[in-house]
């Protein structure tokens, strides 16, 4: 017996349900017994249940399909359909339609336990990963801050990264925080208590970088050595510039991680090496992209595209209230918000260092008074950010928001494409907020 569970009968046969509770409580499970779907759906509801049994086959697909859309507040309900005999067609329907398992009555007592045992420890698990996924979304949420699609993709992505053993390749140019992902990454997945170590693949040669990987045998007097692919056995390895890595090299280390083994060098036995991979690069210009490919495809993983703060302008009133409260909380001072004629220039500049840059800029301004706020820097796209008559008007970032996409799509002549691309957002995106704007009766100055 694998592990004990509460299961629901679902039965009209009271003979049937008798000889079955029998069977089911001789092994350590408790049963709950219900005639109707309705009742049965009521007790899933409820959170009663770990596994349903239908035992009933003139229920037919129907039931499987009612029970599976049941909600179940606590834990996911794992179905077995008992039959007299389904051919394989109908067996095929069942489970396509949520059924765990279908047991045909012929093959005895034992294959319905271990149908139902196996049931429970899929219900357990598909608990489990419910689990993870909320956890995960909720890290997420409070890491990777924004409201852009650009950046719901990329929560998306971390997602499944962290529910997966892959290998991720994570790129974006300086500042877009890749390193913040990777981490992300690890802490979510299921090595998160296991060591995490960065390798600046930049920094030194191919053999010195090998010798850190790998590590090095003893002979002529030079000292064995574990290398960090070793010592990270059950953990992640982040390899930062990792277009920067020699071809030679990225074989060894794809071969290290596809074998879960490693050779220190020098040396011709094996150590096991269980690493979960994470390479990072800077896309920034067209060089780099056929060493980006061969990354992608030599080691097999999944990339996660991180957007410039340019791409997603829409998301700067979100960071900086996040840096200031973060940073005030550090200090254990107090910060009033920023006015109008404050924010609106950040959504103007261009942010060639990304969201280190503006972090960097709100840290450097937080103690400074408004009088002598430094500037944010030259340049703000060709938009006069600062001819908008809003004083120093406290306002929301729904209405900062607004007034800059209305600018914006002013100064774009009321091109919608245009004035997305420049604001960071799908066109959709602003074709829904330009509907509300008018639903609000926002006046909308278009062009002649």
Known sequence: MLTQARVLLVADDERDVSALRHLLSSAGHETIHVRTLDDAAMRIAGGEADVAVLADDAQGSHAVERLAAAPCPSQVVSIVVLTHGASASATHEAMRLGACAVVARSAGE???????????IESQRQSELAMLRARVGEEVERTLIGRSSSVARVRELVGRAAASRVTVLITGEAGTGKDIVARLVHDLSERASRPFVTVRCGSAGPDALERELFGQAGSQGLLSRAGLLEEARGGTVVLDDASALPSPLRALIARAVATRTTCRTGATATLPADVRLILMSRLTDEGRAASHEDLLHRFNAMPVVLPPLRERRSDIPQLVQHFRR???????????????????????????????????????????????????????????????????????????????????????????????????????????????????????????
């Open 326 to 448: 973060r940073f005030a909380s550090d200090q254990g001072i107090e910060l009033g918000a920023l006015s109008s004629d404050e924010m609106l220039p950040l959504l103007g500049h261009e942010w060639s260092g990304n969201v280190r840059e503006l972090e960097h800029w709100v840290e450097r301004t937080a103690l400074v008074s408004t009088a002598e706020r430094l500037p944010v820097g030259a340049g703000t796209d060709g938009i006069d950010v600062q001819g908008l008559d809003l004083g120093a008007a406290r306002v929301t970032l729904e209405q900062l928001e607004r007034v800059y996409i209305l600018h914006v799509l002013e100064q774009e002549a009321g091109h919608q494409s245009r004035a997305a691309v420049r604001l960071g957002i799908d066109r959709r995106t602003l074709y829904r907020k330009l509907k509300q704007y008018r639903n609000e009766r926002v006046e909308l100055q278009r062009a002649g």
């Open 110 to 120: 034992d294959a319905l336990l271990v149908a139902v045992e196996r049931a429970v």
